[in-house]
């Protein structure tokens, strides 16, 4: 079966000068069609029907053959059916040809050729590449204005709606004529919305660059009881700073999904390094991530062996592994000798609602305390502390207690909220919210820290493991009241007390202190440092 696909690309466009050789993804606009078509394992013969010598200059040298167009097809009023059946030798035996237009640089070859054997095999005249949009939309008619719809109906349960795109129309060569490539028996091919790109404004050329130049990112990220969920809802974080839909991986042997929550980035379990390692070898990605608390030098180099291309960014990793990582972040040490670790509280990365909240004012009395220690509090705190509030000594101060989703004995400490001051939450989603009530607050050096800071909120704080004991910011230096790791419950008890009998200008002290810290621009940061890679 011969095939001839013939690429139209005159040089006259008005909307874009120069659209057809503009660069794009590297490559000037027109070299994704014909790779393409070359690319095909069904197509026999590329034909660029030109009036350009750079066109021209870009086909040859791709190793199609060059149509000079002439002038009286190069009008504006000229259709495609009769560009196309120009370039078509007289007396060919072609069995179908196929038109792609050069503004369709994001069609993939697997589906131009999946196009083709569809057409095949339904013995098709012609098959259009389309996109199904529906939306509710209106016509004239006897000028007025009437809908395209008996019902309004979300987008979802529109009937489907059809519009073609540049991409390819594939005709049986005998039905074409100077006026028509259409046959009688027509199917549309549908396109996903990456690939049905077509440019044609400087809003499409700005949109198609993006997903020419889209990178292939990864995050590997754990969590649990024993290690936490600031890895976890980090990776989220992160995971919505890419112009492109990453691929979070976890292991299923130290992670359960249930942790990542109601969620629609991509989640790919595996069973191990070795299948993790099996993926990415498939996939090749450009930029990946390790929030998985410490990596080994052997894991590094099994790591950039399989990604040579890739860069790769380690979060919080206190491991040898972190000395081949192209980039490290670490908010919570504040110090660092390695050239690629970026260390101190100028790297946190807030959660979004944070952003929107304003530090609390500071009350002549504390009336509300927050209490949280993270998704999996493994010293306890939060059972010791409600065996201390529930005292009639603390019956005239509220209490607000966040339970993480990875506590064990929730259902127990749940049964706290019999006590008309003590309010006991899990897995709660509206966390600033809740701090913003609360005039002080007791937590852990983690992530909480962080955000208890964000708001000024003068912060008991302990430390769940060794690990954290090394954490920098949450400190007397920065406004919190630091007791170290495990302490006894009548060192917490009398610091508690100290608290909420404390002055207004001594929590205002503190205060200050935390929003001296610039915690709201990590972000940018982190993410400026790592697109500059």
Excluded at 454 to 462: D, Q, V
Excluded at 479 to 495: K, S, W
Aim: charged residues 25%; proline residues 4%; glycine residues 6%.
């Amino acid at each position: 079966m011969k095939i001839l696909a013939v690429i139209p690309a005159r040089s006259g466009s008005k909307g874009i000068p120069n659209k057809n050789i503009r660069i794009i993804g590297s490559k000037p606009l027109i070299y994704y069609s014909i790779k393409n078509a070359l690319s095909s394992k069904y197509i026999t013969d590329v034909f660029v029907t030109t009036d350009s010598d750079s066109v021209r200059i870009i086909a040859e040298q791709m190793g199609a053959q060059v149509i000079i167009r002439s002038k009286d097809l190069c009008g504006d009023n000229v259709t495609l059916d009769a560009v196309v059946y120009n370039a078509i030798p007289k007396n060919s035996n072609y069995d179908y040809v196929i038109t792609m237009q050069p503004t369709s640089p994001t069609l993939k070859v697997e589906t131009l050729d999946k196009a083709i054997e569809y057409a095949i095999e339904k013995k098709l005249d012609t098959l259009i590449s389309a996109i199904n949009k529906p939306h509710l939309s209106w016509r004239e008619e006897n000028g007025k204005k009437v809908p395209n719809y008996k019902e309004r109906l979300n987008r979802q349960y529109l009937p489907p709606c059809y519009l073609e795109t540049g991409a390819f129309v594939i005709s049986k060569a005998s039905i074409i004529t100077e006026k028509t490539r259409i046959g009688s028996t027509v199917d549309v091919y549908e396109l996903s919305e990456e690939e049905s790109q077509d440019v044609d404004t400087f809003n499409d050329l700005n949109s198609v660059a993006m997903s020419l130049n889209a990178q292939k990112v990864a995050i590997y990220v754990n969590g649990n009881n024993k290690r936490g969920l600031g890895h976890i809802y980090r990776a989220l974080e992160i995971a919505d700073e890419f112009y492109s839909k990453p691929d979070i991986y976890f292991d299923i042997n130290q992670t359960n999904q249930n942790i990542f929550g109601e969620t629609t980035h991509s989640l790919i379990p595996v069973n191990g390094i070795t299948e993790l390692f099996e993926k990415c070898k498939e996939k090749q990605y450009d930029i990946f991530i390790n929030d998985i608390l410490s990596t080994s030098i052997d894991y590094m180099i099994s790591l950039k062996n399989i990604l040579p291309n890739a860069k790769i960014i380690n979060f919080e990793d206190d491991g040898e592994g972190a000395l081949k990582a192209d980039l490290v972040f670490n908010a919570l040490y504040s110090n660092t000798d390695l050239k690629n670790v970026k260390a101190g509280e100028k790297y946190y990365i807030s959660g979004k609602t944070f952003m929107f909240y304003d530090p609390i004012k500071i009350k002549e009395k504390v009336e509300t305390v927050f209490i949280s220690f993270g998704g999996a509090d493994p010293q306890n705190y939060t059972d010791r502390l409600l065996n201390i509030i529930c005292k009639p000594d603390y019956s005239k101060y509220q209490f607000i207690v966040v339970i993480g989703k990875a506590k064990e004995n929730v259902d127990t400490l749940l049964e706290y909220n019999k006590y008309e001051n003590i309010e006991v939450l899990f897995n709660i989603s509206n966390m600033p919210e809740l701090m913003s009530k609360c005039d002080i607050a007791l937590s852990s050096r983690g992530r909480t820290g962080y955000e208890l800071a964000m708001l000024g909120i003068p912060t008991i704080a302990m430390a769940q493991n060794t690990r954290e004991e090394k954490h920098g910011f949450v400190c007397e230096d920065n406004g919190f009241t630091y007791i170290g790791l495990n302490p006894d419950d009548d060192i917490i008890e009398e610091n508690l007390k100290m608290y909420l009998k404390s002055k207004k200008s001594v929590r205002e002290h503190y205060q200050n202190i935390m929003l001296s810290h610039d915690l709201r621009n990590g972000r940018k940061r982190v993410m400026g440092l790592i697109h500059s890679l």
